[in-house]
């Protein structure tokens, strides 16, 4: 009976790993070949090699992907063969070893009654007690507290204050070489933090300290659409970590062995690097020496701060920095001068008192003659701390667009020479507006209506500048170049026939050449056009104020008695609906151009909905109003019924139905033009969401390579919108690809457009996505993309009657929409 039991107890000891488990447990041994997954399938934990190398490591990587690794244990003590195992014991030890040579182990503190090592989805490898619990707090050991080369959401960049624990990113040497290199980013210290890049024990980079938001001269670590930066500082600890705005993303920070800081994300099958913290010249630390501040957008990179002179003659030597015009002199009325947009300097100090005042700072610095200067900034997220600086300012930079601001110690002598200047420009200016005013009050009288009609003469001559303030516009006046009638008949042939290139709904649109040699488009509004000064001036001023390489570019316009032309920039490939709807054409549109096309019109949708200086609403998005370059680029155009929105009025109603069915007879609409919303077409409510199911409409078209309702098909009368929702119920959505495209195409892709496409045409505005998510279902392959509920009128059929008592027909559509117009005779 004993031998037995003695039998069982061997073979537990040093027991095999089952396949694909995410645990280790106690006496059990992971062998080379054998592995940890976690048990989401993200991450994989055992022994791997670089490249060609004979060195065996063990380490962290994603599954499923080109190696990548996330963590080494054994980094600085390679195994030559492949005979190594990893062993945990019943007391909780976990140890690397080859034979009798031990490369790398983890002990744990105290009695432990039942460990286990497990491998997270997050990518951390944990060590803990199942008889105590399963919470970090609890973990006995985790890799997340030993970091090597990279950083992914929710490992902690800083110090443990508690235990001491100081977790760091180091480098590797190389690319095949996981030991550790050169370069160390840390967060230190731990009463003003700031994050340095060092090289050994040289400071190569710096940013901050952190203000609450970011990190003191880097804009790329705040809140952003991809991640979320997060700053702790309490008692026990001081760290910087993030999360991604989408948890499907994979993505990591890394210090690669050239010492460059980037954050990576998985996107299209690839890591795609979208952040390097190192950005420019002013980045390297102390480029400008003491009081010397860099200006990377200048031919002179380094200057000295406002009150100090450069120390050395050489023009290009900066090490020496700068040093006072004025000498400080303690206690005889030193003050503080304020300098904005600045980064912060290095070596800050933080006061003893918390949540203290600007004026309480000041009086903190100036009671201390080795203070050179103070700020306050919200650094542990009590309201406000005081940074103090005792040395000389070293490794600040121009920041203009987020930088800080800085309060410097100057003698009182220069405080006097700064006073003496502004109040010498402030006399100098009053002086200067007085005397003009009372000399010149009535010649400027005379000679300023003389001269205003003569610029109004000048300005229809020939080139000119038209000024309209948009009659209650919330922007300021607008200047762009009025061209003589003379001059754009004569570019346009006088508007022949031969330079014809389309019509639209406001009028015709001719190609032209203007006498500087640029070749032009010029929409001429029909005086019947229904677009009256109103939308004229609507467009002119929309248009001039957009810039984005998804948008036409308007050149000027031209005024001239009841005409009104707008002049853009020539797009020789014509419209969309020219190449979309043309079999001929059809054909040679290729996958590849069709998504790059998707994608440039939801970028400069998304552009006017989120990221213009105003909210625009396009109301008329379709084919014919989406121009394309000579690189079939698109480019959105037609914004005569563009509405300008702030975020409060962003759902307002209109009485007034413009667009596609607003300005077209109902016959009209009905051969392939409708594409506006449901809730616009038939309430008048309009917002974002009434361009985003116009945007969906167009992807289907784009895809299927035809009109929404000019759609035909056999077996059924739904328009193309239906048609779509038909095939994607019966599981055949790839039934809707247009037969004319000749290469193959990624179906995935093709099937995420599809999903995307019926998502925007949902019927109730709120199931639509905004642009921003619509973009990113689009470029994301690891993106979630909802299931789509039933699409809205569009995917309806239609029953035409005609009034016996007039000469009226009425379309009924069977979500009770009615349509009346004249019949024709």
């Keep these: 009976m004993i031998f037995p039991l003695f039998l069982a107890f061997c073979c537990s000891l040093g027991s095999p790993l089952a396949q694909s488990a995410d645990t280790l447990s106690a006496n059990q041994t992971l062998q080379d070949g054998q592995s940890l997954v976690s048990s989401g399938q993200i991450f994989e934990f055992g022994f791997f090699t670089v490249d060609n190398s004979s060195a065996r490591y063990l380490g962290i990587w994603y599954k499923n992907k080109p190696l990548q690794v996330t963590w080494v244990a054994n980094r600085d003590n390679p195994i030559a063969n492949f005979s190594a195992e990893l062993t945990l014991s019943s007391q909780g030890s976990v140890s690397l070893q080859n034979g009798s040579v031990n490369y790398w182990s983890v002990t744990p503190v105290g009695a432990v009654n039942e460990p286990f090592l497990r491998l997270l989805d997050n990518g951390n490898l944990v060590l803990s007690d199942a008889s105590v619990s399963d919470d970090s707090e609890d973990y006995l050991w985790q890799s997340f507290d030993n970091i090597t080369d990279t950083l992914l959401p929710e490992m902690k960049l800083g110090w443990n204050l508690r235990t001491g624990l100081k977790r760091n990113m180091t480098s590797w040497a190389s690319t095949t070489d996981p030991s550790s290199g050169q370069y160390t980013f840390s967060l230190e210290p731990p009463d003003a933090p700031q994050l340095i890049l060092w090289k050994g024990s040289q400071k190569q980079y710096r940013w901050g300290p952190w203000n609450g938001k970011r990190f003191s001269g880097s804009n790329e ?17 001081v760290y910087y970590t993030y999360k991604v705005v989408d948890n499907s993303t994979l993505s990591r920070f890394v210090v690669t062995p050239e010492g460059a800081i980037q954050y990576l994300a998985w996107l299209d099958s690839q890591w795609t690097n979208l952040v390097t913290l190192q950005r420019d010249y002013c980045d390297t630390y102390g480029m400008c020496g003491p009081y010397g501040t860099c200006y990377d957008s200048s031919d002179e990179n380094c200057r000295c701060l406002k009150g100090f002179r450069k120390n050395d003659s050489n023009p290009l030597d900066w090490t020496g920095g700068c040093s006072r015009t004025w000498g400080l002199s303690c206690g005889n009325g030193d003050g503080f001068v304020k300098f904005k947009g600045l980064k912060l300097p290095d070596n800050s100090h933080l006061s003893g008192n918390t949540s203290s005042s600007l ?60 006073t003496r200047t502004k109040r010498r420009r402030r006399i100098i200016t009053a002086v200067g507006i007085s005397v003009s005013t009372v000399c010149g009050l009535l010649v400027l009288a005379f000679i300023g209506l003389y001269t205003l009609r003569r610029r109004k003469e000048r300005a229809r001559a020939e080139y000119g500048v038209y000024r309209d303030s948009g009659d209650g516009a919330p ?16 570019a346009t042939s006088n508007f022949s026939f031969q330079n014809k290139i389309g019509q639209g709904g406001f009028g015709e649109v001719y190609e032209g050449v203007l006498p500087t040699g640029q070749e032009v488009a010029v929409k001429k509004l029909s005086l019947n056009s229904g677009q009256g000064l109103k939308e004229f001036k609507n467009e002119v001023i929309l248009i001039a104020k957009l810039q984005h390489r998804n948008l036409v570019k308007l050149l000027g316009c031209c005024i001239h008695g009841d005409e009104r032309m707008l002049i853009y920039e020539y797009l020789p490939n014509k419209s969309l609906d020219h190449h979309l709807f043309d079999p001929n054409r059809r054909k040679l549109v290729t996958w590849k151009t069709r998504f790059s096309i998707i994608m440039g019109i939801a970028r400069g ?34 914004f005569g019924i563009a509405k300008i929105f702030t975020i ?26 409708f594409s506006m919303s449901p809730e616009y077409a038939l309430k008048g409510h309009f917002s974002v ?64 457009c599809i999903q995307v496409g019926l998502l ?8 639509r996505p905004t642009m921003s998510s619509v973009v990113l279902m689009l470029v994301s392959e690891t993106s979630d993309v909802p299931q789509p509920k039933e699409p809205g009128f569009g995917a309806e059929s239609f029953v035409v009657s005609t009034d016996s008592s007039s000469s009226v027909k009425i379309f009924h559509f069977s979500n009770d929409m009615t349509m009346t117009a004249p019949e024709s005779r």
């Excluded at 361009?691 to 035909?712: A, C, P």
């Excluded at 925007?760 to 199931?767: F, G, N």
Aim: glycine share 8%; with cysteine; proline share 5%.
């Design 221 to 237: 670590l705040k809140a952003n659409p991809i991640f979320e930066p997060i700053f702790n500082s309490s008692p026990e600890e």
């Design 359 to 418: 004026e309480e700072c000041k009086t903190e610095c100036l009671k201390n003659c080795s203070c050179m200067a103070f700020t306050r900034v919200d650094v542990h997220g009590n309201g406000g701390d005081c940074l103090l600086w005792f040395v000389d300012l070293v490794d600040t930079k121009n920041y203009p667009s987020g930088g800080d601001v800085l309060y410097i110690r100057m003698a009182r002598a220069e405080i006097d020479a700064i």
């Design 475 to 490: 922007e300021d006046d607008l200047e762009l170049p009025l061209l003589d009638i003379g001059v754009v008949a004569h």
């Design 605 to 638: 949708l998304l552009y006017l909905h989120e990221d213009s200086r105003l909210r625009i609403i396009h109301r008329d998005l379709k084919p014919s109003n989406i121009l394309l370059d000579s690189e079939m680029n698109p480019k959105i155009s037609d």
């Design 648 to 673: 409060e009025n962003a759902g307002e109603m209109t009485n007034r139905i413009v667009g596609t069915y607003g300005y077209m007879s109902p016959e009209y609409a009905l051969k392939g033009h």
């Design 689 to 752: 969401k009434s361009d985003v199911f116009s945007f969906g409409v167009l992807l289907l078209e784009i895809v299927s390579g035809h009109k929404n309702w000019g759609f035909y098909h056999p077996d059924h009368d739904l328009n193309l919108v239906g048609h779509a929702w038909k095939l994607w119920t019966e599981g055949n959505a790839l039934g809707l690809v247009d037969a004319l495209i000749e290469q193959e195409f990624p179906m995935k892709e093709v099937m995420r």
């Design 760 to 767: 925007c045409v949902q019927q109730r505005p709120e199931d």
